[in-house]
């Protein structure tokens, strides 16, 4: 009994009364007892029951109450060895028995007082012990509990089935918001983070004893005005409190990871805009291990190389073999002198052989030793650039061919002219001389005129402004046109033209002052580029059944012009319909040209829809040029009667043009044509005359000084439409000039330098009647002035 702790604690804890009660009930019951067996041994052995009761009552109880229960034991045993009241006797065992009861008695008494003494000793010094755990386990439980307040992190210890929050730290207390959540639910705490899957989580972690962990698992939090804004990112980790296997709580604790998942996100969005860029750019960057000698590009380097990273690492086969010597050079005197080098290179596309000019920049990356072991640096694709600055580079060398060829083709014309000038000026010419130097000047003023038109022509078609008047006609005509256009410079190197063409029609819808530019800018260049003497031939055909008649509409027909001539070098033949593009020619240029004709022949073909191609066998063994078209029904052709023509009459004309000698030359041509003619050489004076005397017709010049020729058609317009009439000296002259609004009439003409079709419309919202291009043609300005003197027919009522 007394080496159970349990007892001997229970019994060291009772108090006096109970000590005291206790011994009382212990002695009633061992009287009892001592009764009991008194019945049944007739008093021999009067304090058997009381022997054991005061051991029991002095390690229990103490001295003081086993005494009670000893003299209680005393009085019982001397009754019942005499029961009739006598006192027992010193003679016989009752003396004896009685004697050894109080010896042994009191010996209880000791000896249970002193065992008493020292359980309470051992009691004492357990408790003691204990007592020190406790402090020692809460001294444990203050300072895991202060870890716990400054862990990195969150943490929550949760208990129970319900998942009480027992303990938070700060870290949740800022993450969620708020405090003071000891005691309450964690799902009702803080239910946004107490998801579904979260709470299976704890009820399986509390239940079960399992763990659990999560990374960066998406939550919203806080108060913000959009989700992204309290859209945080948490790892979580749960672990079962316990012992024995019983679960009886939840450590929760968890890391905000928001901060390193957007600083990830936003280095991962870098690195693909970096990628990006490098692809776009063509640029790889790259870091060449000498050691090793293998390079290691970066993933943008398989775009412009055409090759995987791995055939990347040794890329020297790539370079071109005489460029490869110095990329070695340059990278030997960048390790002799720690620095770095940059050049220019050609290489190739390692998937389909196309070559490629790089940029490469590298430089050295020195170790604490001072040795060179690596080279870094970036390669940019510059093809593109360097391709342009080739094209520019011979563009350049084009346009210097160009001028000088312009220059030679306009002195060509002027050197007649100024020869028939001077022999003019001197006035020693005969009347034969006098013809042929105006036949001259008529002549190449005439080229000089086809020489721009040609300019202007390849202008317009390069920026598609070219406006054909389409209208199905018979080609042959356009053929036809364009042999007498060409007839003299054939007569005068002595070619020998063929031509065959079809008996029948061949109809096409185009332009056919277009078409005839087409045939006969081919026909020159076969005359300029074939010897004297030589052979031209021109055949128009169905296409692809030479020598047949012409097409009845829906096919395509084929013009050819072919020569004898000089020919086209192979590597000219691609490029002959390029702008400005002539083979090599001698320092006399006799071929002429300005090497446009052949663009405008290409240009022209294309907007009829049509291809045009050539072909040579060489230098020396001439060329063929052959234009294919498609081919229209041709409409049966009305019959029209060409009215008279009106004769004209002599017209009042006022001329104004800045160039004196332009302006004076033409007044002579007008004058000799029967009109009256004034010249005016600035805006100011001529609009002065208009006042005085409104003529019957006006011709400016459109880029006149100060004013200029749109503002003084407005001008004139406006001062004939405030006139109102004229003096009775000219009322008869001006009559016929009265529209039927009463307003005076002037016709006015245009004359200008430019011939765009935008040109022509900004002549007409200025109010011209017409526009005409210098040099004007003096036939096509006499019928202009004809027509406009003709007398208007009568209206139809």
């Given at each position: 009994m007394f080496g159970d702790a349990r007892v001997v604690r229970r019994m060291a804890s009772l108090g006096p009364r109970a000590r005291w009660g206790g011994a009382v009930l212990l002695a009633v019951l061992a009287v009892a007892l001592q009764m009991l067996q008194w019945r049944f041994d007739g008093g021999r052995a009067p304090f058997l029951v009381f022997s054991p009761c005061l051991v029991f009552a002095a390690a229990a109880f103490d001295r003081g109450p086993a005494l009670l229960v000893f003299f209680t034991g005393l009085v019982a045993g001397t009754w019942m060895l005499e029961p009739n009241g006598a006192l027992p006797g010193w003679a016989g065992s009752d003396p004896a028995a009685i004697a050894a009861y109080t010896l042994l008695g009191l010996l209880s008494i000791y000896l249970?007082?002193?065992?008493?003494?020292?359980?309470?000793?051992?009691?004492?010094?357990?408790?003691?012990?204990?007592?020190?755990?406790?402090?020692?386990?809460?001294?444990?439980?203050?300072?895991?509990?202060?870890?716990?307040?400054?862990?990195p992190g969150f943490v929550v210890i949760l208990r129970g089935p319900a998942h009480l929050i027992e303990l938070t730290?700060?870290?949740?207390?800022?993450?969620?918001?708020?405090?003071?959540?000891?005691?309450?639910?964690?799902?009702?705490?803080?239910?946004?983070?107490?998801?579904?899957?979260?709470?299976?989580?704890?009820?399986?972690?509390?239940?079960?004893?399992?763990?659990?962990?999560?990374?960066?698992?998406?939550?919203?939090l806080g108060s913000g005005a959009s989700p992204a804004e309290r859209l945080r990112y948490i790892d979580f980790a749960l672990q079962p409190i316990g012992d024995n296997g019983h679960p009886t709580g939840?450590?929760?604790?968890?890391?905000?990871?928001?901060?390193?998942?957007?600083?990830?996100?936003?280095?991962?969005?870098?690195?693909?805009?970096?990628?990006?860029?490098?692809?776009?750019?063509?640029?790889?960057?790259?870091?060449?291990?000498?050691?090793?000698?293998?390079?290691?590009f970066s993933d943008s380097a398989v775009v412009p190389f055409g090759a995987s990273l791995e055939e990347l690492r040794r890329p020297w086969h790539l370079v071109h073999p005489d460029d490869l010597p110095r990329l070695l050079e340059a990278r030997t005197e960048a390790i002799?002198?720690?620095?770095?080098?940059?050049?220019?290179?050609?290489?190739?596309?390692a998937d389909d052989g196309t070559a490629l000019w790089l940029d490469l920049r590298g430089r050295c990356i020195v170790d604490r030793d001072g040795t060179v072991a690596q080279l870094r640096g970036v390669t940019i694709d510059v093809t593109a650039r360097e391709v342009a600055e080739q094209g520019l580079r011979a563009a350049e060398r084009r346009k210097d061919?160009?001028?000088?060829?312009?220059?030679?083709?306009?002195?060509?014309?002027?050197?007649?002219?100024s020869a028939a000038a001077t022999l003019l000026q001197r006035g020693i010419a005969q009347p034969a001389q006098v013809s042929m130097a105006a036949a001259i000047v008529a002549r190449q003023a005439a080229h000089l005129s086809r020489l721009v038109d040609?300019?202007?022509?390849?202008?317009?078609?390069?920026?598609?402004?070219?406006?054909?008047?389409?209208?199905?006609?018979?080609?042959?005509?356009?053929?036809?046109?364009?042999?007498?256009?060409?007839?003299?410079?054939?007569?005068?190197?002595?070619?020998?033209?063929?031509?065959?063409?079809?008996?029948?029609?061949?109809?096409?819808?185009?332009d056919r002052a277009r078409l005839t530019q087409v045939v006969a800018n081919l026909l020159s260049n076969a005359i300029r580029f074939t010897p004297a003497g030589g052979r031209i031939d021109v055949t128009l055909a169905s296409a692809g059944n030479q020598g047949g008649d012409g097409d009845s509409g829906g096919g395509h027909v084929e013009l050819a012009v072919s020569d004898n001539g000089c020919g086209i070098p192979a590597d000219l033949l691609?490029?002959?319909?390029?702008?400005?593009?002539?083979?090599?020619?001698?320092?006399?240029?006799?071929?002429?040209?300005?090497?446009?004709?052949?663009?405008?022949?290409?240009?022209?073909?294309?907007?009829?829809?049509?291809?045009?191609?050539?072909?040579?066998?060489?230098?020396?063994?001439?060329?063929?040029?052959?234009?294919?078209?498609?081919?229209?029904?041709?409409?049966?052709?009305?019959?029209?009667?060409?009215?008279?023509?009106?004769?004209?009459?002599?017209?009042?004309?006022?001329?104004?043009?800045?160039?004196?000698?332009?302006?004076?030359?033409?007044?002579?041509?007008?004058?000799?044509?029967?009109?009256?003619?004034?010249?005016?050489?600035?805006?100011?004076?001529?609009?002065?005359?208009?006042?005085?005397?409104?003529?019957?017709?006006?011709?400016?010049?459109?880029?006149?000084?100060?004013?200029?020729?749109?503002?003084?058609?407005?001008?004139?317009?406006?001062?004939?439409?405030?006139?109102?009439?004229?003096?009775?000296a000219e009322a008869a002259g001006s009559a016929s000039k009265i529209a039927n609004d009463g307003a005076p009439r002037i016709v006015l003409f245009a004359l200008s330098g430019y011939g765009r079709a935008e040109d022509r419309e900004r002549a007409t919202a200025a109010g011209f009647d017409r526009h005409f291009v210098k040099p004007v043609s003096p036939e096509e300005l006499l019928g202009a002035l004809a027509a406009a003197s003709a007398p208007a027919s009568p209206a139809t009522p």
């Open positions: 249970g007082g002193l065992g008493r003494i020292y359980a309470g000793r051992a009691l004492r010094a357990e408790q003691a012990l204990a007592d020190e755990r406790v402090a020692q386990s809460e001294a444990q439980r203050d300072h895991l509990y202060r870890l716990l307040l400054q862990a730290n700060t870290d949740f207390d800022a993450l969620v918001g708020r405090g003071g959540l000891v005691g309450t639910p964690f799902a009702g705490a803080v239910p946004e983070l107490a998801s579904a899957h979260l709470v299976a989580q704890l009820d399986a972690a509390f239940g079960c004893g399992t763990s659990y962990a999560a990374r960066e698992t998406p939550v919203y939840v450590f929760l604790s968890g890391v905000d990871v928001t901060e390193a998942r957007r600083a990830r996100e936003a280095l991962l969005l870098n690195e693909e805009r970096l990628k990006e860029g490098l692809m776009a750019a063509r640029m790889a960057v790259w870091e060449f291990d000498l050691v090793r000698d293998e390079v290691l002799a002198r720690h620095g770095g080098y940059q050049m220019i290179l050609r290489a190739r596309r061919e160009f001028l000088a060829m312009l220059a030679h083709e306009l002195r060509n014309p002027l050197a007649p002219i040609d300019l202007l022509d390849a202008a317009r078609i390069s920026r598609g402004k070219v406006a054909l008047v389409r209208r199905p006609f018979d080609l042959r005509e356009a053929v036809r046109d364009a042999l007498e256009q060409v007839n003299p410079l054939i007569a005068a190197r002595h070619h020998q033209l063929q031509s065959a063409l079809p008996s029948e029609p061949v109809g096409v819808d185009g691609p490029h002959v319909f390029g702008l400005f593009t002539q083979g090599e020619r001698g320092a006399d240029r006799s071929q002429g040209g300005l090497g446009i004709g052949l663009a405008i022949v290409s240009g022209l073909v294309a907007l009829h829809g049509g291809s045009v191609h050539a072909a040579s066998d060489g230098a020396g063994r001439g060329a063929r040029f052959a234009v294919t078209l498609p081919t229209v029904d041709l409409p049966p052709a009305p019959a029209t009667a060409t009215p008279p023509e009106a004769p004209g009459k002599a017209l009042d004309l006022l001329l104004v043009d800045d160039n004196r000698d332009a302006a004076d030359t033409l007044a002579i041509l007008l004058r000799g044509a029967g009109h009256r003619c004034t010249a005016m050489y600035d805006a100011e004076s001529a609009l002065e005359a208009v006042r005085q005397r409104l003529p019957d017709a006006c011709i400016l010049d459109i880029g006149l000084p100060g004013m200029d020729g749109y503002t003084l058609a407005r001008e004139i317009r406006a001062v004939a439409a405030g006139t109102g009439g004229s003096s009775s």
